[in-house]
């Protein structure tokens, strides 16, 4: 997963297109953290925190006011997002 990795290319691809990254944002609970077969939210949890650590780093060690918006952003919304599964 890019944003536990490299969240670098992520940043790259909504730096300079708002839109794209709010359309992702809105999307980003059901698509990141929502367990569609059961059984898998211990690991999503582990997932949500490897991301906010990754992003947590990148802002750190990142210059660009820009590029650490969008990171910011995205690791609001990652620390907001709740872990639903199917019942």
Request: charged content about 25%; some cysteine; overall charge negative.
């Amino acid at each position: 997963m890019a944003l536990v990795h490299n969240p670098t290319l992520l940043i790259d691809m909504f730096e300079n297109d708002d839109d794209l990254l709010e359309s992702w944002l809105d999307s980003l609970n059901v698509q990141l953290f929502h367990d569609f077969v059961g059984g898998e939210k211990e690991r999503l949890k582990n997932v949500k925190m490897e991301i906010c650590n990754s992003l947590s780093s990148y802002l750190q060690g990142n210059d660009s006011e820009h590029r650490k918006n969008v990171a910011s952003r995205i690791l609001t919304e990652v620390q907001l997002a709740t872990i639903t599964e199917v019942e």
